[in-house]
Structures are given as structure tokens and as C-alpha cells.
């Protein structure tokens, strides 16, 4: 069974930064974030290839936020600079070895979440 962990989240004030990473379960996965705020649907934050030549993100955090991988490694990071208080959810990484989506259903393993609060 395949299984992604999740790690880096915490409390940080606005205007700051964390780095969430996840461990993929190969480097030939298409990896993605997504976040769920409290009261609110599951939503796409950013995706990367395989490769890394082919990056997405919301447009709600284009600009802060940076989706990056170490195939080397494994792991897939997510650097959120900049962070608001809305960006406060829980961060699920997500993989598919077929698709690179920002379209949850077609994401195939999923991690446990990691909390993400910013504070005001």
C-alpha cells in the first residue's frame, strides 16, 4: 500500500513562511498539494510532474507559494511564503503515477494531512 507522509506544518504569524514536504512513494509520481479550511470542500493549491517541468498552482497562491522536488530524495516540498490568515487549512499531499491534475479525484494516494494555521 502505498503511503505519503506529510510534514512542516505549524502556527506562523501573517506574513510569514513555512515549508510543508512530503514523501512520495517514487520519483516517477505526479505529486500534488491540496488544502481543506474548516467548513470549506477540499481545494487545489499546486501539482508538479514527475519530472518538475510542469508545475500548477491555484491562483490564489501563485506567487507565494513554490511547489518543488528532490526525485533523489523522494520528497516533494511545498515552500508558502507570505502566508495570510486564509491560508489556514490542513495540507494533503496527493500522488498519481498516470496524471498530473488539479482535479482530486484523479489523485490515486493520499497522505494524512498536516496542519497549517497562520495567525493575524
Known amino acids: 500500500q502505498v503511503q505519503l507522509v506529510e510534514s512542516g506544518g505549524g502556527l506562523v504569524q501573517a506574513g510569514g513562511s513555512l515549508r510543508l514536504s512530503c514523501t512520495a512513494p517514487?520519483?516517477?509520481?505526479?505529486m500534488g498539494w491540496f488544502r481543506q479550511a474548516p467548513g470549506k470542500e477540499r481545494e487545489f493549491v499546486s501539482a508538479?510532474?514527475?519530472?518538475?517541468?510542469?508545475?500548477y498552482y491555484a491562483d490564489s497562491v501563485k506567487g507565494r507559494f513554490t511547489i518543488s522536488r528532490d526525485n533523489a530524495k523522494n520528497t516533494v516540498y511545498l515552500q508558502m511564503n507570505s502566508l495570510k490568515p486564509e491560508d489556514t487549512a490542513v495540507y494533503y499531499c496527493?500522488?498519481?503515477?498516470?496524471?498530473?491534475?488539479?482535479?482530486?479525484?484523479?489523485?490515486?494516494?493520499w497522505g494524512q494531512g498536516t496542519q497549517v494555521t497562520v495567525s493575524s
Open positions: 496527493a500522488a498519481d503515477r498516470d496524471r498530473l491534475t488539479t482535479r482530486e479525484e484523479s489523485y490515486a494516494y
Open positions: 508538479t510532474s514527475w519530472t518538475a517541468y510542469t508545475t
Open positions: 517514487g520519483r516517477t509520481y505526479n
